[in-house]
């Protein structure tokens, strides 16, 4: 595993060469180009906030002012992590004429996907740092952490999404199944609730939820100005580093097999 990790390190300039030419490519034709990296969040936080404030006010947010925000600091990374899993189940698939004709290692695939969707991600971190401000949310110390928290949310979605697109390529009802799976996923993670809204005798399924403790982390660094979940961040750190190693273990048993099934 150690030899593959050099050898996709090697190709580190051929992994941002497709990223910029993914990011190049999702806005080709668009009169505002990479604008749209800023505008689509910014347009998402209007609604959330037309709809949490102006149409529908959840009586259980009280104490989370302003929801539409607190909503925002967890729907962002989500979207890069679901985004990046979706990818990953088309990813070598779309690109099999280059799996099979160039001589660079299919991982450089998923791990483009993952990479070109951390961009957007952070292109739309501007438009919640304004809105922050805006709202006189605290920037404290703690926000050191982010890129850790960043990192460990970068692992856990690199070890998924070769998995992910490994079984892709044989087993194509994935793709399929995915969608579902995340949409769950999505409604058993603390995004658009905090977990201490969950009954107290089911709140302890949320910790064995690796996502959970990201989340959180990113609403309490980002969003309350307070120190992160560090003790279970830490686990789930060493959980995405063992889902980082069978990942990559169960992508490199299967690589063989790519350029026949593609």
């Not at 990374?77 to 004429?97: D, K, R, Y």
């Not at 307070?226 to 299967?254: E, I, N, Q």
């Amino acid at each position: 595993m150690l030899e593959n990790l050099k050898n996709l390190f090697r190709y580190r300039v051929l992994v941002l060469s497709l990223v910029s030419r993914e990011l190049k490519a999702r806005y080709r034709g668009s009169v505002l180009g990479f604008f749209w990296s800023l505008l689509n969040p910014l347009l998402l936080l209007l609604v959330y906030s037309f709809v949490f404030s102006v149409v529908f006010h959840p009586a259980r947010a009280e104490g989370i002012d302003p929801y539409a925000l607190f909503l925002f600091c967890g729907i962002l990374p989500w979207t890069w992590f679901s985004s990046s899993l979706l990818e990953s189940a088309t990813v070598l698939i779309n690109n099999g004429n280059l799996i099979k004709k160039v001589l660079f290692p299919a991982e450089v695939f998923p791990v483009v996907s993952v990479l070109t969707n951390l961009v957007h991600f952070l292109l739309a971190l501007p438009v919640l740092i304004f809105f922050l401000i805006y709202y006189h949310k605290p920037f404290t110390i703690y926000w050191l952490f982010f890129p850790l928290i960043v990192f460990v949310q970068l692992v856990f979605t690199l070890g998924l999404s070769l998995f992910i697109s490994s079984l892709s390529v044989h087993f194509r009802d994935i793709r399929d199944l995915l969608g579902n799976l995340v949409t769950l996923w999505f409604f058993t993670t603390p995004i658009i609730y905090p977990a201490k809204w969950l009954p107290a005798k089911l709140r302890f399924l949320l910790d064995f939820n690796p996502m959970t403790h990201i989340m959180v982390s990113y609403q309490r660094t980002l969003f309350q100005g307070a120190m992160l979940p560090w003790k279970k961040m830490l686990v789930t750190f060493l959980v995405s580093l063992l889902v980082f190693y069978v990942g990559y273990f169960v992508f490199d048993r299967l690589r063989d097999s790519f350029a026949e099934e593609v």
